[in-house]
């Protein structure tokens, strides 16, 4: 039976939409938030020493491209495992660098382009981690610069779409607004290593299938393999050591809360001997008064003793 194996392995994603425009092209119309009517239908790849290195730890993908279409806008896409601080500064800096590589492009008559030539900026990720807490099944986060407290005054030209992957479940399909969108995010979602059996609804797009034919085991050359089991082994050395620093944090926090519980019992302890001590004073105070009473008592009752003879 044939296998397939994880898009979401930096090498196949790099096969699949930095390799194939089409594929692209595809997965761009499906999940950016573009106007009717103003697909993309060319694109144009970053050339190699546009593409900046990225440390091994800490990166485990990139797929930076420009697209380019009759509007000439331009776009980032980002496959990443988990999100971090890091990564987050990475997504300003590729699209605040998107804008300013536009004001760097030379015209035919080599004049550099002006403020008012400038063209839309999307930057798409595509996370496979949960990064919000509020809504368990908004998946889909469109950002843009605006005030907080009127949402008509924005700055356009920067927009970045952030999809937390593991929240995309068929009870939040019908968020999204394109079948294809779906057929997509399905795609990244359901395959995975050594995958063997594939719903039928994702061998009806041509684009979709292409993607899969891609993702078969036996279309990886011998060193293919090597470089996507060596990603994949650095993926499962960084989930181990992430699951140990969340055990560890998950330790400490267990034993602040056991520190803090220690500390009031102390002080409940405390407060307890503080009231048993005061409760022996009155005690002991209530039985040196007895005792008084039972002294005068006696001396009373030789005094009449004496009346009776």
């Given at each position: 039976?044939?296998?397939y194996l994880d898009p979401k392995n930096d090498l196949l994603f790099k096969k699949i939409f930095g390799e194939h425009k089409d594929l692209l092209?595809?997965?761009?119309?499906?999940?950016?938030?573009?106007?009717?009517?103003?697909?993309?239908?060319?694109?144009?790849?970053?050339?190699?020493?546009?593409?900046?290195?990225?440390?091994?730890?800490?990166?485990?993908?990139?797929?930076?491209?420009?697209?380019?279409?009759?509007?000439?806008?331009?776009?980032?896409?980002?496959?990443?495992?988990?999100?971090?601080?890091?990564?987050?500064?990475?997504?300003?800096?590729?699209?605040?660098?998107?804008?300013?590589?536009?004001?760097?492009?030379?015209?035919?008559?080599?004049?550099?382009?002006?403020?008012?030539?400038?063209?839309?900026?999307?930057?798409?990720?595509?996370?496979?981690?949960?990064?919000?807490?509020?809504?368990?099944?908004?998946?889909?986060?469109?950002?843009?610069?605006?005030?907080?407290?009127?949402?008509?005054?924005?700055?356009?030209?920067?927009?970045?779409?952030?999809?937390?992957?593991?929240?995309?479940?068929?009870?939040?399909?019908?968020?999204?607004?394109?079948?294809?969108?779906?057929?997509?995010?399905?795609?990244?979602?359901?395959?995975?290593?050594?995958?063997?059996?594939?719903?039928?609804?994702?061998?009806?797009?041509?684009?979709?299938?292409?993607?899969?034919?891609?993702?078969?085991?036996?279309?990886?050359?011998?060193?293919?393999?090597?470089?996507?089991?060596?990603?994949?082994?650095?993926?499962?050395?960084?989930?181990?050591?992430?699951?140990?620093?969340?055990?560890?944090?998950?330790?400490?926090?267990?034993?602040?809360?056991?520190?803090?519980?220690?500390?009031?019992?102390?002080?409940?302890?405390?407060?307890?001997?503080?009231?048993?001590?005061?409760?022996?004073?009155?005690?002991?105070?209530?039985?040196?008064?007895?005792?008084?009473?039972?002294?005068?008592?006696?001396?009373?009752?030789?005094?009449?003793?004496?009346?009776?003879?």
């Open positions: 039976m044939e296998r092209i595809s997965f761009l119309n499906a999940l950016l938030p573009l106007s009717a009517g103003h697909d993309i239908v060319e694109i144009e790849y970053l050339s190699p020493e546009q593409v900046p290195e990225i440390p091994h730890y800490g990166k485990f993908s990139i797929v930076d491209v420009k697209c380019i279409d009759n509007y000439n806008r331009s776009f980032v896409v980002e496959m990443q495992n988990d999100w971090t601080k890091a990564f987050s500064n990475r997504l300003l800096i590729n699209g605040a660098k998107a804008i300013v590589n536009q004001m760097n492009k030379k015209r035919i008559d080599d004049e550099a382009i002006d403020f008012y030539a400038l063209e839309p900026v999307y930057v798409l990720a595509v996370v496979n981690d949960e990064f919000t807490k509020k809504d368990k099944k908004d998946w889909y986060h469109h950002l843009q610069l605006s005030d907080p407290k009127n949402n008509d005054l924005v700055i356009k030209g920067l927009d970045y779409i952030l999809l937390e992957l593991p929240k995309f479940t068929k009870e939040t399909w019908q968020l999204a607004e394109k079948n294809i969108a779906v057929l997509w995010l399905r795609f990244l979602r359901e395959i995975n290593h050594c995958t063997e059996e594939l719903s039928e609804e994702l061998k009806t797009d041509e684009f979709i299938g292409k993607a899969l034919a891609i993702c078969k085991e036996s279309a990886l050359t011998p060193q293919e393999r090597l470089v996507y089991d060596d990603y994949l082994m650095n993926i499962m050395w960084h989930n181990t050591n992430k699951n140990l620093e969340k055990k560890v944090a998950e330790y400490t926090v267990e034993l602040v809360e056991y520190q803090t519980e220690l500390a009031k019992n102390k002080t409940e302890l405390a407060e307890y001997q503080t009231k048993l001590a005061e409760n022996a004073r009155t005690i002991a105070d209530k039985d040196q008064t007895i005792a008084d009473k039972d002294e005068e008592l006696a001396k009373l009752k030789e005094e009449l003793k004496k009346y009776k003879r």
